[in-house]
């Protein structure tokens, strides 16, 4: 499986712009991008995906370099509620049990 | 709404005492697994199932057995607890394993076994 490598922590003021990188140099090309995060004392929960163009959903955007090989995943206005452990993952298409493979992800704290 | 739950939330049990950690989705999803969450080596996958009556090892099953009889119900046993067990558990669930699918997780069962 591919490997992605994300700074351990990372700090943000509220209301403020945060970007969160990841690194996946050995990404295949049919590898989707998938961003989770795990709240305190809760379950990981899903927060979007994508495979080469820039996404956007309720929660975040991604965005994707063109080589594919980074992505960063941006929260546009944090809040104190986005305090978590946001995890990077790959996704192959082919030979998929379903298997998420979380590594030690990124520790956000954002401060008021 | 939509969710995954788990019972017990929190456990503390003894060496070799059989137990049972549920886990129900009302998502009407094929697809569930179980993880456990250690410090250190984050999250793993003890087993999952792709559909009732089908199930298989994930990364770390040994010590642990699953069933899947009916389609919303995925319980975990620990026919024989030891120490090396206590960990936070969780179930998962999605549509399918298909990797655009999210996976909706529980919140999260506490064992402790002494």
């Known amino acids: 499986d591919a490997k992605t490598t994300q700074p351990n922590s990372m700090e943000s003021n509220e209301e403020e712009p945060v970007h969160l990188p990841c690194n996946h140099s050995?990404?295949?090309?049919?590898?989707?991008i998938h961003w989770y995060r795990q709240l305190p004392s809760q379950g990981p929960e899903y927060v979007i995906h994508?495979?080469?163009s820039n996404v956007n959903n309720r929660m975040a955007s991604l965005a994707i370099a063109e080589d594919r090989k980074s992505s960063t995943l941006i929260l546009h206005r944090a809040t104190l509620r986005d305090a978590a452990v946001y995890y990077c993952?790959?996704?192959?298409?082919?030979?998929?049990?379903?298997?998420?493979?979380f590594g030690q992800g990124t520790t956000l704290q954002v401060k008021p | 709404e939509a969710q995954v739950t788990q019972n017990p939330r929190y456990l503390i049990t003894v060496t070799g005492k059989k137990l049972t950690v549920t886990c129900s989705q009302n998502?009407?999803?094929?697809?569930m697994s179980w993880y456990r969450q250690d410090p250190g080596l984050g999250l793993r996958q003890i087993y999952y199932?792709?559909?009732?009556?089908?199930?298989d090892k994930g990364d770390v099953p040994e010590g642990y057995k699953v069933s899947r009889k009916e389609k919303r119900n995925f319980p975990l046993i620990l026919e024989s607890p030891s120490p090396n067990q206590t960990s936070l558990y969780f179930c998962?669930?999605?549509?399918?394993?298909?990797?655009?699918?999210?996976?909706?997780f529980g919140p999260g069962t506490r064992l402790t076994v002494t």
């Open positions: 998962a669930s999605s549509l399918t394993s298909g990797f655009l699918y999210e996976q909706y």
């Open positions: 050995t990404i295949s090309g049919t590898d989707y």
């Open positions: 994508g495979l080469t």
């Open positions: 993952i790959l996704r192959a298409v082919s030979g998929n049990t379903g298997k998420l493979i």
């Open positions: 998502m009407n999803h094929e697809y």
């Open positions: 199932s792709m559909n009732v009556e089908v199930t």
